[in-house]
């Protein structure tokens, strides 16, 4: 590039998430659209697929319903002149043929050749495809997202698939009332590490009904220098040691000795390894896979963080009541995971993948944490026929033999 005169990348492409490639381009961009001045009102309209609503202008969309009885629910069709464009502001018909024109947002942006230039269009800008068209395509596309992203040209988030603020901030622990740096009342804990430049840890505690708080979150820099040789481990041991902890899952991934230092420390029984699926759908795996002789377990990181996410949301996981900084990363964090829908080049099928937009750390961290806890219930639930509340457990993870072992109140 630098050697070109003139120095030009060129990208096409379809949105798919907000905040990720294209649109996040697009964004950075002058930001240049399509769109229709009324004939009537003057009004210029960027198109939004929404319905037209007089009592919000600010939400109101260019999408009128003229003819409820036009649609059939049951064979997904709808008839010509159900549905019509039309003024977000005034309602009244917006003529896409003769008043469109292209504008700009952010001028600013391209000043003397420089930054991003940015052009957005979509299927609501093309005059051959009417709005009942759209509206049909929407009744027979399977998937939501898949929609808005090839046919409105939009970013999709599932919020399902998407910790919000309020999933965080407002499911507080009955217990911890801010970050606890002991067991406290917990019948289990579990601690958990992702390991890089930055090792981050959680802290989860299990009560006696089976609840799940996040208890507690810190990250520890990675010391290089040769005579701190690991300083930084020493003190995630040192943290982790005040919990007396009854599990410990650490990533695999850039772990070095690390698994080996801390099985060493806790003991073989209760450190563990895990080792995502590589691939970013779902791999059918239901269940993580323990292996107790080798101290691994083998997790489909999608289902997992699909679990973590839908149980945060459920309240069946709560969160230390006073709002850190820390917290604050944990909800960044994972507001960076991404679940969304992708099609299959070549069968046309449309599968469910696990992205990231930025760093996921503390996600991914808690996700294998809680994969160590709820396999500590399970084990409780299902020993000898005992109920949860039941005070051991069998150590062989894949059900063999007689061992057990027992843990402290």
């Known amino acids: 590039m630098s050697s070109s005169p003139f120095k030009v990348v060129r ?29 009537y009102c003057n009004h210029f309209n960027e198109m939004k697929y929404a319905d037209y609503d007089p009592n919000d202008l600010e939400k109101s969309g260019n999408v009128l319903l003229v003819n409820p009885d036009g649609i059939n629910e049951t064979a997904k069709t ?47 800008n093309a005059t051959w495809i009417s709005c009942d068209e759209i509206k049909e395509k929407e009744m027979n596309t399977e998937s939501k997202q898949s929609f808005y992203n090839y046919i409105i040209g939009a970013p999709f988030d599932d919020e399902k698939m998407k910790v919000m603020p309020e999933d965080v901030y407002e499911n507080k622990s009955n217990i911890a009332k801010q970050q606890m740096f002991n067991r406290g009342r917990y019948k289990f804990i579990s601690c958990s590490v992702d390991w890089g430049n930055t090792h981050w ?32 481990l020493e003190r995630i041991i040192l943290e982790f040691e005040k919990y007396e902890p009854d599990i410990i899952v650490a990533d695999n991934g ?30 059918g795996q239901l269940y993580a896979q323990f292996n107790e002789k080798g101290n691994t377990v083998t997790v489909d990181k999608l289902m ?36 969304m829908d992708e099609e299959d080049d070549k069968n046309g099928e449309t599968y469910q993948i696990i992205k990231r937009r930025g760093d996921d750390h503390y996600a991914q ?26 005070t051991f457990v069998s150590t062989d993870y894949n059900q063999e033999g007689n061992k057990q072992f027992y843990f402290d109140e």
């Open 365 to 390: 961290s808690a996700v294998i944490g809680y994969i160590g806890l709820t396999r500590l219930k399970e084990l409780y639930e299902s020993a000898n026929g005992t109920s949860f509340g039941s």
């Open 201 to 232: 840890c959680a802290v989860h505690g299990m009560t006696e009904d089976g609840h799940v708080d996040l208890i507690r979150l810190f990250s520890v820099k990675k010391i290089s220098r040769p005579d701190m040789v690991e300083a930084d």
């Open 254 to 283: 850039d772990s070095g000795n690390n698994i080996m230092k801390l099985i060493n420390f806790f003991g073989k029984d209760k450190v563990f390894g895990c080792t995502y699926k590589s691939s970013p759908r779902s791999s």
């Open 304 to 339: 997992h963080n699909k679990r973590y996410i839908q149980d945060l949301k459920a309240g069946r996981i709560s969160v230390y009541q006073h709002v850190d900084e820390e917290l604050k990363t944990f909800l960044k964090h994972w507001q960076n995971v991404i679940i």
């Open 11 to 39: 990208r096409w492409s379809t949105p798919t998430v907000k905040d990720y490639g294209i649109d996040k381009l697009y964004k950075q961009s002058d930001q240049w659209y399509y769109g229709y001045d009324c004939e």
């Open 78 to 124: 709808v008839q010509d002149g159900t549905y019509q464009y039309v003024c977000q502001k005034c309602g009244k018909p917006l003529d896409r043929w003769y008043r469109g024109r292209w504008a700009c947002k952010y001028a600013e942006r391209t000043e003397n050749n420089k930054g991003i230039r940015g052009y957005f269009i979509s299927q609501l």
